[in-house]
């Protein structure tokens, strides 16, 4: 009941309807993508979970349509990262934010032109959003391997009076960002495979994905994305009981 519970809570929510959503699709285009490919007998099932796939995608897209503000104001509220004290992450974040409030317009127009809405060349403009998106995982890539780096060599320090004046309520914390930023690491990595893929042929392994390579990729990004939701929810609840 208790779990029955918690996935009616994340199905009220918008993010975590979004990640329900994602990861229905990439498991679906996983098992389909098997399926088709390894298994022509049972290709016709695997046919309609990737349909099933494509819509649940389709989905996650115009409900994007409605991001746009929303990441605005989270950027502006981020400004220039002031309150950041590494000029690394801050100078990370700063474009990191740029590239994902340039790559939902993109997505839109490009969307709109699949959708006959607008005139102009839609492959152009999922490029575009693609490549935008796949800035995005980079910079957060580099931003969480640098994070896990310098959390790693405060724990690990050699002096003796810098851990001891360490709290181990302190420690604890550092010792769950490292974990946080770990797998935001390897999530935005399965999904940096998958951005590439996407891209125009001809750069680094863009097309080359077989279907359930994809879904494998998308199905390990949304379950790690999904997991550290329930590690949040779980720490706040402990926080506020």
């Known amino acids: ?15 975590g309807r979004d990640r ?6 990439y498991c679906c285009q996983l098992v389909g993508g098997v399926l088709v490919e390894q298994y022509p007998a049972r290709s016709e099932v695997g046919t309609r979970l990737l349909a099933l796939s494509s819509q649940l995608s389709h989905c996650r897209t115009i409900l994007r349509l ?3 503000l929303a990441m605005f104001m989270y950027t502006k509220q981020y400004g220039l990262g ?6 690394l992450v801050r100078c990370v974040s700063v474009l990191g934010n740029l590239a994902d409030q340039l790559y939902y317009p993109c997505e839109h127009i490009a969307w709109a032109a699949d959708s006959k809405i607008l005139h102009v ?12 998106w796949g800035l995005s995982l980079f910079l957060g890539i580099a931003r969480s391997l640098w994070m896990v780096l310098k959390l790693r060599q405060q724990l690990r320090s050699p002096t ?37 893929h996407w891209l125009p042929p001809g750069i680094l392994w863009a097309g ?8 494998l990729l998308g199905t390990i990004s949304s379950l790690l994305s999904m997991y550290q939701a329930v590690r949040v929810s779980g720490s706040a609840d402990t926080a506020t009981s």
């Not at 009941?1 to 993010?15: D, I, K, W």
């Not at 770990?182 to 951005?195: K, Q, V």
């Not at 080359?208 to 879904?215: D, M, Q, S």
């Open 1 to 15: 009941m208790a779990a029955l519970n918690s996935l009616v809570a994340a199905l009220e929510s918008y993010r």
């Open 20 to 25: 329900l959503i994602r990861t229905l699709g």
């Open 66 to 68: 409605f991001d746009d």
């Open 82 to 87: 002031a309150e950041e004290e590494d000029i």
């Open 121 to 132: 060349d839609s492959a152009r403009w999922w490029m575009l959003s693609t490549a935008f």
């Open 160 to 196: 003796a009076a810098f851990r001891s004046q360490l709290p181990r309520s302190k420690q604890r914390a550092m010792e769950a960002q490292i974990q946080s930023e770990t797998l935001t690491l390897l999530s935005n990595l399965a999904d940096l495979a998958n951005a590439v």
């Open 208 to 215: 080359r994905f077989p279907l359930w390579l994809v879904g």
